[in-house]
């Protein structure tokens, strides 16, 4: 019996340390977690902020391919890439011999041009001017014989002179008189030739001028200068190639002006009426993670841009930080453009704000010793810290998770 009472004993004991060890467990498990650091609920300014990702791109005119006007073989190429350049530097030399003979054939002809109109203004002015010497010398002759005529008519009423001398002076006058007109009209059309014969010699150089004008042209495009100065980024034509230039110009370089970047987001179309020009922005690179660059919105491109259903508009940024030597193209920015402020509003540290299974924000507060869950209503985030419009007073202290 008593080994009986025994076994009982000892089986009672074991029952009651199990259930003992598994109560202590189930509080292990479930114990009550409070905050254990706290912050004050103060008053301060708060952002709108907009993210974004986006791009470093070449502004428009910072990027242009150089490429030729005529087709030929490539005789010298003078930059790598990497190279750096100045606006009007020549850059590749395409064959040409065609071109300049065409310039000093049509310079011959130029030249052969400017001599005939020289020669016209040298032989028709004197032609001219002895013409109208001439004219006043019979002219002279006219005005001697029409005196004449005169005073043989008054002695032929005296009776001094027969009829047969007034008659022969009168007919040396007619006849002088035509010749006059002869020679005057004979003048005129030395005048009109002359005028016609400059007019023609004159349009002749012009034409030839003109044409030695296209061919020198037509020479230039042998001569490839980059229009802009930067960073040759691409060689797409190697020295003794052969281009042929057809509707679209062959591509020898592409060069990139490094000092004119800006950088293109995409925002969400739920965050674009947010966005406006002026607004200040920053943003970082992947090269350069802790080094924040200050921007600027420049504008707002009006297409939309459609990526995996997702509807999206370019932002553009201004760069306001010097960054020659550090950016460029095609680097990957992370954008945060500053949409709005609030200021003197109830702010909290963001990581004191829970949300509950009903999808409520609450935030735990100490009163005195106590902790007590409230619920809460927030409004802008921004910066670790989150705007409280309702449920909180300044100076309450509420835990940080």
Known sequence: MKRFFFYILITLFILITLFLFSGCKKKEKNPEVFPKETAKVERGDIYLEVTATGAVKPQVGAQVKV???????????????GDRVKAGQLIAIIEHKDLQDEVNKAYANYQEALA???????????????????????????????????????LYK???????????????????????????STLLALISEYEKELE????????????WEEAKVKLSYAFVYTPISGVVSEVTTQQGETVIAGLNAPTFITVIDLSRLQVECYVDETDIGKISPGQMATFTVDAYPEKVFKARVR???????????????????????????????????????TAGKKE????????????????????????????EKRQIKVGWESRGKT???????????VGLW
């Not at 001697?144 to 008519?153: A, D, G, N, P, S």
């Not at 297409?303 to 990957?332: H, Q, S």
């Open 116 to 154: 005939n109109m020289e020669k016209v203004k040298k032989t028709y002015p004197s032609k001219i001017q002895a013409q109208r010497k001439k004219v006043e010398a019979i002219l002279i002759e006219l005005k001697q014989i029409e005196r004449e005529l005169k005073r043989y008519e008054i």
């Open 344 to 371: 003197n509003v109830l702010v909290v540290p963001s990581r004191a704000i829970k949300i509950d299974s009903n999808g409520n924000y609450y935030v735990m507060v100490k009163v005195g010793n106590k902790w």
């Open 299 to 337: 504008t707002i491109y009006p297409g939309a841009i459609i990526k995996n259903n997702v509807v999206f508009y370019n932002v553009v940024l201004e760069i306001l930080d010097p960054y020659e030597g550090l950016l460029r193209p095609e680097m990957t920015a992370q954008v945060i453009i």
């Open 158 to 184: 005296e009776g001094l002179i027969s009829l047969t001398d007034l008659e022969r002076i009168k007919r040396d006058y007619e006849v002088k008189k035509v010749q006059l007109e002869s020679e005057e």
């Open 200 to 211: 023609r010699v004159k349009a002749q150089v012009t034409s030839t001028k003109n044409t």
């Open 67 to 81: 490429g030729a006007r005529i087709s030929g073989k490539v005789e010298k190429l003078l930059v790598r890439q």
């Open 387 to 397: 705007e409280i419009i309702s449920g909180l007073k300044e100076g309450e202290e």
